[in-house]
């Protein structure tokens, strides 16, 4: 018999998932919006979902967190991504890329892809049916990514050492389901990460040469494990949130750590919700419609509940 072919109508949530996590799961870019605005569902019904699991104020407080630390690795791989796609268009001449030049790349051009992602994503927000005070405080949040796309990069290694803590908090709760109270386990784990760290360190660049294979690797891994919702099983492409600084310091390439990181934020989102006791919304949706609503909106939604939470009185003015 003939291969099995999919069907158009198999295809497309194939598509839509490839979007909607390959790159990241909270990670914008400016087709996000774009196919939310086709497929997504609406805020009122997205915004359900997120109040029931976001209303706890330690578990709002951890977000707040995790967006701060979505949207500023986000815009800064969007930064790394026109570096190396554009070479700095739409404002000028491209960031050095030599070691000794990096401190240059805190003043990066205007972005092909990254200004064109805060204009379709920031419409986005700004015209859905959130609440007037969350719709600015997260267009906001979105303008101070934008500005601020440039300046972590010749932090990169440092930050790929911290981003430890958070790894050591995930192989506690995740793998070895210890309790986050475990001090003495949680500074085992990242002492075993320094260690590694510190070693891999002195690799750093070693597989240079090789830095088209190593992300080629990384590509196919991602469309391979991204094909479904990631949460159906085992969360395959997490993983780059947990070893993607290695291959990263390896091929000393800043934008794959950017990359991973959003995945390690997402992984940051699963601990808050862990530790504050109310349950992911992502993981329970099982819906690429609601799946790309809650991480189109994630910024108002996470203004909203919170204003909500801390100060329902912005709310009951509108």
Not at 160 to 178: N, P, T
Request: hydrophobic fraction near 50%; glycine fraction near 8%.
């Amino acid at each position: 018999p003939a291969a099995a072919m999919m069907t158009p109508e198999e295809v497309m949530p194939v598509v839509l998932n490839e979007c909607l996590y390959a790159g990241g799961p909270f990670f914008g870019y400016p087709f996000k919006p774009v196919l939310n605005a086709l497929f997504g569902a609406p805020y009122d019904r997205a915004y359900s979902h997120f109040r029931r699991d976001h209303s706890d104020e330690l578990n709002l407080t951890l977000h707040l967190i995790a967006l701060f630390y979505q949207l500023s690795m986000s815009f800064t791989w969007l930064n790394e991504l026109d570096l190396a796609l554009f070479g700095g268009l739409l404002g000028g001449g491209g960031a050095a890329r030599d070691k000794k030049e990096e401190p240059r790349s805190r003043r990066a051009p205007l972005g092909i892809l990254a200004f064109s992602t805060t204009i379709v994503w920031g419409a986005a927000l700004a015209t859905c049916q959130a609440a007037m005070p969350a719709k600015v405080v997260a267009v906001i949040a979105l303008l101070a990514a934008y500005t601020g796309r440039s300046v972590l990069r010749p932090h990169w290694v440092r930050l790929a050492y911290l981003q430890g803590a958070v790894e050591a908090l995930v192989y506690q709760v995740f793998i070895l389901k210890r309790p986050v109270s475990n001090i003495r386990d949680l500074v085992a784990l990242f002492f075993l990460r320094h260690l590694a760290f510190v070693q891999l360190k002195r690799l750093r660049g070693r597989l240079s040469p090789y830095r088209l294979l190593v992300n080629l690797a990384v590509a196919g891994f991602l469309a391979v494990t991204c094909m479904d919702n990631i949460f159906k099983g085992f969360p395959y492409p997490l993983l780059l949130g947990i070893f993607g600084w290695v291959p990263a310091l390896l091929t000393d390439q800043p934008g794959l750590f950017f990359l991973s990181c959003g995945f390690a934020a997402t992984l940051f989102q699963g601990l808050a919700h862990h530790i504050s006791g109310e349950q992911a919304t992502l993981p329970q949706l099982q819906d690429v419609h609601d799946e790309f609503a809650h991480v189109t909106f994630f910024p108002a939604l996470l203004a909203q509940s919170s204003l909500e939470t801390f100060a329902p009185a912005t709310l009951l003015q509108q």
